[in-house]
């Protein structure tokens, strides 16, 4: 049975949930489904330029990890752009936010210290 995947910080929320082809209605393409993880790499190492080792840092992740999480945004993105086909972005269960809403309890406990 595999390891459970450990959680990993997302600090940029995407402008959209989709990106496909000009002119082509959506039912008439397939579709590619990039993970907020992936996308969050993609943005770390491609737009901001950050060696694996700050990037996998910055999401709390193992530097393997996030060479294999860079690999697999890679090739969906290549796949739906040489493909023609539509590209989801959807948030997966082990992603958290930086900076994400914070439960009352966490608030008070906080403010008492």
Do not use: H, I, N
């Given at each position: 049975m595999p390891r459970p995947?450990?959680?990993r910080w997302i600090r940029a929320n995407p402008?959209?949930?989709f990106f496909k082809p000009r002119g082509v209605p959506m039912w008439a393409l397939d579709r590619v489904t990039l993970t907020l993880d992936e996308f969050?790499?993609?943005?770390l190492s491609?737009?901001?330029?950050?060696?694996?080792?700050?990037a996998a840092r910055a999401m709390r992740v193992s530097r393997a990890t996030f060479g294999r999480i860079v690999e697999s945004a890679h090739r969906k993105v290549a796949e739906a752009l040489v493909g023609g086909k539509a590209l989801e972005i959807r948030?997966?269960?082990?992603t958290?936010?930086?900076?994400q809403a914070?439960?009352?309890?966490t608030k008070q406990r906080r403010r008492r210290k």
């Open positions: 995947k450990c959680c402008g959209a949930d969050e790499a993609l943005r491609d737009q901001a330029g950050k060696s694996q080792e700050e948030q997966c269960p082990w958290r936010f930086v900076g914070q439960s009352r309890k």
